[in-house]
């Protein structure tokens, strides 16, 4: 299967309040409360820069990527790279991106995006925020693809409320997995970090995936 390519796609749903019913549209246009939360003010691109991770972090020792539009810092798995050029072409709705790559430096199957919403959402919210944000994103990421959720919990992320989902994805060329965890990184900002591995990733990319999303911090 094919790696999804989101810097060069139209621009997926960010996490929010749950659309209301809308006419029938094409696939690629988001609804309508959905749409107001990728209108993130022009010249806010991310600035990423390098550290080393410590603590419970289970990618400790690692590099790190700060995105400072999100407000986040993830760490690097072995085996997967951060281009700081790229993040500058991802598309409005994501400010950093980190990719698995082979021996060869060609990317595969495992892609970690992170960005930050338009608006804030209410931490009584956040669960169904997350499930509508991670469905949206894989009906763009996976077009006419069934999506079952396999997993919804509330957590805490650097102390901040948090909720993930994760999907599965079913498909003729084999299964994709998608985990979303959306954070309430302070009082006017939510932020999330979205996980994708395909059936051309490695064995380890989903473990990895969860070690990213898992040793998030709040910067």
């Given at each position: 299967m094919t790696r999804p390519t989101p810097a060069t796609r139209p621009r997926p749903p960010a996490p929010g309040?749950?659309?209301?019913?809308?006419?029938?549209?094409?696939?690629?246009?988001?609804?309508?409360?959905?749409?107001?939360?990728?209108?993130?003010?022009?010249?806010?691109?991310?600035?990423?820069?390098?550290?080393?991770?410590?603590?419970?972090?289970?990618?400790?020792?690692?590099?790190?990527?700060?995105?400072?539009?999100?407000?986040?810092?993830?760490?690097?798995?072995?085996?997967?790279?951060?281009?700081?050029a790229e993040d500058g072409q991802l598309i409005g709705a994501f400010s950093s991106r980190i990719s698995e790559v082979t021996a060869g430096s060609a990317e595969t199957g495992g892609t970690v995006l992170a960005g930050r919403a338009g608006q804030t959402v209410p931490r009584a919210g956040l669960g169904r925020a997350t499930e509508s944000a991670a469905r949206s994103n894989a009906e763009f990421f996976f077009p006419d693809r069934p999506a079952t959720l396999a997993e919804s919990h509330a957590t805490v992320l650097d102390g901040r409320p948090a909720h993930t989902a994760v999907l599965r994805i079913d498909g003729a060329d084999g299964p994709a997995r998608l985990r979303m965890t959306v954070v309430t990184v302070d009082g006017?900002?939510?932020?999330?970090?979205?996980?994708?591995?395909?059936?051309?990733?490695?064995?380890?990319?989903?473990?990895?995936?969860e070690a990213v999303l898992d040793g998030a911090t709040v910067d």
């Open positions: 309040p749950p659309p209301r019913p809308a006419p029938a549209r094409s696939r690629w246009r988001p609804a309508a409360g959905l749409l107001a939360l990728l209108l993130v003010a022009a010249g806010t691109a991310a600035a990423v820069r390098w550290d080393h991770g410590g603590g419970d972090d289970p990618l400790a020792g690692r590099p790190r990527v700060t995105d400072g539009r999100a407000g986040l810092s993830y760490g690097v798995p072995d085996g997967w790279r951060h281009d700081t006017e900002r939510t932020s999330f970090l979205l996980g994708i591995t395909t059936g051309t990733a490695g064995p380890a990319a989903a473990g990895d995936v």
